[in-house]
């Protein structure tokens, strides 16, 4: 069995890196909103701020200043740099965990904003580096899948991924048609909601041109083959979350919170989200993830030692 600390290192540090990647896009949305000069622009930074916590308004001439803050802010745990951070830094303490072609991705992109050069990059062209940002952190989770066993180690890194990407995209969906939504809802804004959950193609390929907010739900909380959808990641968290619990005699509080939660979704419906309203669907998907959450650092970080020795 892989000692308790390094089960949590490893899985948070797939949280961290897809926090990173999640905040790179919406900054990169922010700035392409911003080229049209519309309200469009307005809205863009309203969802992107509020889908963060952060109370900004957003209009649209700060749209630069705002994307900067996400990316570099070194005073606050969400940003791209201070998520960078972390992963690094619970990288290093699993280092014979990783595969040299992981470490070095993740390595030389914590380098780039140490050394300031990713903010050199920022200042003369913003949407190029983040797009080489996005592209970085692409290249290392695919490193990571292409060269780690598939074992208990990459099992924790991606039930964190996983367990994040749900959270991240419960809560865009809340900013956007909860009871507290943070702007108005037309056709450039869903198009913008669906680039910040990396889905305008997957989507189109789906629905053609038909945009509209009941798809766009039934796509992003329901779809069982798009990979940033949350029946999607919580499939995925369930499967994960199965293997290693067969150390605890195949089942935990985790395993069974996790697949309550995706059993839930496989057999709800966007007709029963549509006469009872998202919000309340969303609000439980984030409760319960971060319930999950507890259930993972009580089971395989925080349990009493009795459970480790044998009887």
């Known amino acids: 069995m892989m000692l308790a600390r390094v089960a949590d290192s490893l899985y948070w540090m797939g949280r961290y890196i897809e926090r990173a990647e999640h905040l790179s896009r919406l900054a990169f949305v922010m700035l392409h909103a911003a080229l049209d000069r519309t309200d469009a622009a307005a809205r863009a930074t309203r969802i992107a701020l509020a889908a963060v916590g952060d109370p900004e308004t957003g209009l649209p001439g700060r749209a630069v200043d ?110 956007c048609f909860g009871e507290d939504a943070a702007t108005a809802v037309d056709h450039i804004t869903l198009m913008n909601l669906l680039r910040m959950a990396c889905a305008l193609e997957p989507y189109l390929r789906v629905y053609t041109a038909d945009i509209s907010a009941r798809y766009i739900l039934e796509f992003l909380i329901f779809d069982h083959e798009f990979p940033r959808s949350i029946r999607y ?30 059993a839930r979704l496989q057999y709800a419906d966007i007709g029963e989200v549509a006469s009872h309203g998202a919000s309340a669907l969303l609000a439980a998907v984030g409760e ?24």
């Open 288 to 311: 319960e993830c971060a319930a999950i959450h507890a259930a993972i650092h009580e089971t395989f970080v925080a349990y009493p030692l009795e459970m480790s020795l044998p009887a």
């Open 233 to 262: 990641c919580t499939a995925q968290l369930e499967e994960h979350l199965s293997q290693l619990s067969h150390g605890q005699g195949g089942r935990s509080e985790a395993l069974r919170l996790a697949g309550r939660l995706n």
């Open 66 to 175: 705002s994307a900067r803050r996400l990316v570099f802010d070194r005073d606050t745990g969400d940003s791209v740099f201070a998520s960078l951070a972390q992963a690094r830094e619970n990288a290093r303490q699993v280092r014979d965990q990783m595969t040299t072609e992981t470490w070095e991705r993740l390595n030389l992109l914590y380098l780039r904003f140490m050394e300031g050069t990713a903010q050199a990059a920022f200042e003369i062209d913003a949407a190029a580096a983040l797009q080489d940002i996005i592209a970085d952190l692409h290249l290392y989770m695919g490193a990571a899948d292409a060269t780690m066993s598939h074992g208990e180690g990459w099992r924790f890194m991606r039930a964190g991924v996983h367990s994040e990407r749900a959270q991240l995209i419960a809560r865009l969906l809340r900013v």
